[in-house]
């Protein structure tokens, strides 16, 4: 991308999410993780730049994604929540790692708290999943800890199947709650984000909050041909 480019389209989030802002939506949400573009520059492995967008460090591969989010942060003004969905995965690569400890996780995302961001949405292929060595705490734990940002976790909640295992023909049955609740409650994270398990049941949450586990759809690809 051209410097003219990255101009238009830090521009282009402002707008947008001033648009949100005069909607009445209650919060806007910057996607910057997955591999799509903004998680592309913080990636070593595509972000080979030799300008002010690039670098060595994950905090210089970072400037772009807290441009963008100043840019919104100035178009919506201090009382509109701004969250960053986030990612060590990438659609290419799941196995990728932009931070590799704690220190990193710090280093990536403090550029984007000092631009704005009031919350980080957390995804994971398996919620579950510690994200370091010698700790049980999973992504949306650890970006809690080093920002002191409040964090969602998502990836998998109440199914037993990963996303992407389900593309290769795996069907994904429904799980108890239980541990996910439990982590919440000692304050591991803040909200919890649920995706394919509201897609095969409309009537998940109603059953979820009357515990009628048993009750719950599986999801697999027949429920996606119909809601996609």
Not at 122 to 151: I, M, Y
Request: hydrophobic share 45%; with cysteine.
């Amino acid at each position: 991308m051209s410097e003219e480019a990255i101009a238009d389209v830090i521009a282009a989030y402002g707008r947008a999410a001033a648009a949100a802002l005069t909607l009445g939506f209650d919060a806007v949400e910057i996607h910057a993780a997955h591999g799509f573009l903004l998680d592309q520059f913080f990636w070593s492995e595509t972000n080979r730049r030799r300008d002010r967008w690039g670098g060595a460090l994950i905090s210089e591969r970072a400037r772009f994604a807290a441009a963008v989010i100043h840019e919104v942060r100035t178009s919506v003004g201090h009382d509109l929540p701004v969250l960053a969905r986030i990612s060590q995965w990438k659609e290419q690569d799941y196995g990728a790692r932009l931070a590799s400890n704690p220190e990193e996780l710090r280093a990536w995302l403090q550029p984007l708290v000092d631009a704005g961001v009031d919350c980080f949405h957390c995804s994971q292929r398996r919620w579950w999943e510690a994200q370091f060595d010698g700790s049980d705490l999973n992504l949306a734990g650890w970006v809690k800890k080093v920002t002191g940002k409040p964090t969602i976790t998502v990836g998998s909640v109440g199914l037993d199947v990963d996303v992407m295992s389900f593309f290769n023909g795996a069907a994904a049955t429904p799980t108890s709650l239980g541990a996910v609740e439990e982590r919440l409650g000692r304050g591991e994270f803040d909200l919890i984000a649920v995706g394919r398990a509201l897609l095969a049941d409309p009537q998940w949450v109603l059953k979820v909050a009357d515990a009628r586990y048993q009750d719950l759809k599986p999801f697999n690809k027949s429920v996606t041909s119909v809601v996609w």
